[in-house]
């Protein structure tokens, strides 16, 4: 008896140890088949596409690897030595979690300790686009949720719709007009693709300069475009695409042939087709240059007046309904000519305005920023230049952060030239940083916006960069960081 329970002792620690060592070696092996991050590094700043780097101790049982990004896996790769495409540029600026997780022939998984990284794709250039002997220059921007740009521009006596990448290497140029003098000023995406164009023509329409619109295809090309006016001269300024895809065209001209501009105001159907047009203004000129949707079925139209006001041009504001009828208009300005150019509809239902002040003092120009309230009251008001040979902007652009971007140019008489101006300005009006561009052959920056890395583009023309004539600008684009940027310290 005493044998028997001996021996099924000696059996029992036998199988018991057996099992220990069987589960001791599994560990061992899944240990040992762990894998780890050897690139990028934990806390380190990584831009545009890079290679992620892993290694194991073991890598036989490993049969696939996943990257995650914040949680959610991007990539995978079955290959060993284990590198991973991460493209930043999928990702907001800032911190970002990653690890790897390694999936074993067991089916059985493991997961990498995280690191952070942060990523900085602040890409920064300055390209010249155009040909010989020729101007160009860019008006308006656009960028694409690929990161591309989309500028319009005028060359010589026509128009032109270039595409470029991100890197700003020009992808397509496509050019628009006739034998006469073609101008465009605004550029908006189309909800059903493609582009709409706002401008005017003398080549097409009812003699004189007509308002001009354009539907451009995503490539570039025209799939129609639409005349109105008269015999007279007709100007087109921005345009607005409704929810229900008709459109607003905003512009001026003198239809009553009585030589004074009245502001016009033209809805269209998604083809293009008048549905009806309203005219606003008095005894003396109006011009129209910008219009926003308010929100409630109203719309905001921006514009200067010499009609009404303390004498001379003055800013011009219009509120009207669904239909074009006035409901209430304002005017802003001094002994000064002002102009109205853009509009900002603001989160308090508030207005921001930018304009332009000519024979700003003696012979001196200036740009001019007004912030109102919803009832058209004064916040604050802020002016750039105020110096001799100043040329303005077409836009003032909204920012990430809920403030301001605009730029502007200064003449420099050392270089008989302009520098141009990049300044962003807070909600309250002040300036939080000014970047002056500032090269021998001088450039006009006319169009801004911040771009998705959270940097920002200015559009306009170069007498510096391309082929550096004196006479002869080349349409411009510059890139640059979120502090506007364009080189390191």
């Known amino acids: 008896m005493k044998i028997q329970i001996f021996i099924f002792s000696i059996i029992c620690i036998s199988l018991f140890s057996c099992e220990k060592n069987a589960e001791s070696d599994n560990n061992q092996n899944d240990i040992l088949s762990r894998v780890f991050l050897t690139y990028p590094l934990n806390n380190s700043s990584i831009m545009d596409t890079i290679l992620v780097r892993c290694d194991s101790i073991k890598d036989i049982n490993i049969i696939r690897l996943d990257l995650y990004v914040d949680g959610d896996s991007i990539s995978s790769t079955t290959n060993f030595p284990f590198i991973l495409p991460f493209i930043t540029n999928n990702f907001s600026n800032g911190f970002h979690s990653i690890y790897v997780k390694a999936?074993?022939?067991?089916?059985?998984?493991?997961?990498s300790n995280p690191i952070n990284v942060y990523i900085n794709n602040f890409l920064v250039f300055s390209n010249a686009f155009g040909k010989e002997n020729i101007h160009e220059e860019g008006l308006s921007i656009l960028q694409e949720n690929d990161s591309s740009f989309i500028i319009l521009g005028n060359t010589a006596e026509d128009l032109l719709l270039l595409k470029t990448d991100r890197y700003g290497n020009e992808l397509w140029t496509q050019y628009f007009g006739g034998s006469q003098i073609?101008?465009?000023?605004?550029?908006?995406?189309?909800?059903g693709g493609g582009y709409f164009i706002s401008g005017s023509s003398k080549s097409?329409?009812?003699?004189?300069?007509?308002?001009?619109i354009i539907k451009a295809s995503?490539?570039?090309?025209?799939?129609?475009?639409?005349?109105?006016?008269?015999?007279?001269?007709?100007?087109?300024?921005?345009?607005?695409e409704n929810n229900d895809g008709s459109l607003l065209l905003i512009g001026n001209g003198d239809l009553n042939n009585s030589g004074d501009q009245d502001i016009w105001l033209i809805k269209t159907n998604s083809q293009g087709d008048s549905l009806w047009s309203k005219t606003y203004g008095g005894s003396g000129n109006e011009t129209g240059s910008d219009i926003v949707s308010i929100g409630d079925s109203s719309y905001i139209i921006l514009g200067s007046t010499s009609s009404f006001g303390n004498g001379g041009s003055d800013i011009f504001i219009i509120k009207i309904d669904g239909n074009g009828n006035e409901e209430w208009n304002l005017n802003y300005g001094g002994t000064s000519?002002?102009?109205?150019?853009?509009?900002?509809?603001?989160?308090?239902?508030?207005?921001?305005?930018?304009?332009?002040?000519?024979?700003?003092?003696?012979?001196?120009?200036a740009v001019n920023i007004i912030r109102i309230n919803s009832s058209g009251e004064i916040i604050w008001e802020k002016t750039f230049g105020g110096g001799d040979g100043i040329q303005g902007t077409n836009t003032l652009q909204n920012t990430m952060d809920d403030n301001f971007i605009l730029t502007y140019n200064t003449y420099n008489h050392i270089k008989n030239g302009y520098d141009t101006w990049l300044v962003k300005i807070n909600d309250s009006g002040f300036i939080e940083w000014g970047?002056?561009?500032?090269?021998?052959?001088?450039?006009?920056?006319?169009?801004c916006l911040q771009t998705l890395d959270g940097g920002y583009v200015v559009t306009g023309s170069t007498f510096n960069l391309g082929y550096g004539e004196k006479d002869f600008g080349d349409l411009w684009l510059l890139k640059t960081d979120e502090k506007g940027i364009i080189a390191l310290p």
């Open 103 to 111: 999936v074993f022939e067991s089916e059985s998984e493991y997961q």
């Open 337 to 365: 000519d002002e102009f109205g150019q853009s509009i900002i509809h603001t989160s308090d239902d508030g207005f921001v305005i930018l304009s332009s002040i000519e024979s700003y003092g003696i012979g001196n120009n």
């Open 218 to 240: 995503s490539s570039g090309l025209i799939e129609w475009n639409k005349n109105f006016g008269t015999s007279h001269n007709e100007y087109g300024g921005s345009i607005l």
């Open 204 to 212: 097409y329409g009812s003699g004189e300069s007509d308002i001009w």
């Open 435 to 447: 970047r002056k561009f500032s090269n021998e052959g001088g450039e006009l920056g006319f169009s």
């Open 182 to 191: 073609d101008n465009v000023k605004h550029l908006i995406r189309a909800s």
